[in-house]
């Protein structure tokens, strides 16, 4: 459930996007934590590439997880929800970046 007092603060801040981290210790953590560890979700609380549903963390007693506020330019936003693998789009986007910075090309 995403709370419309926190999305409009976070969303005045430039946030975009939320990420999920699992604190993990295998034989610790449920499945419901590591199922979302690595996945991200547009402000709104909308999944992006999978259909896990958004709560703010804990999700449960004992929950140790995390809900990471992201900023995601544009252009890399709308890569990913276009359908490119985040982790793949994100790298992407750091390498045009690298080689921008040191052609002197904005």
Known sequence: MIDPAK??????KGINALG???VSRSEE??????NRMGKHWRIDGTPIQ???????????????CLAIPMKFP???LAVI?????VDEAIAQWQA???RRRWSGKK
């Open 29 to 34: 953590t449920c499945s419901d934590c590591l």
């Open 74 to 76: 544009d252009e890399l």
């Open 7 to 12: 999305t409009a603060e976070l969303t005045a």
């Open 81 to 85: 929800l276009a359908g490119q693998p």
């Open 50 to 64: 999978h259909a896990i549903p958004f709560a703010w963390p804990p999700i449960h007693q004992g929950c140790r």
């Open 20 to 22: 999920w981290h699992a």
């Open 96 to 98: 045009t970046r690298s």
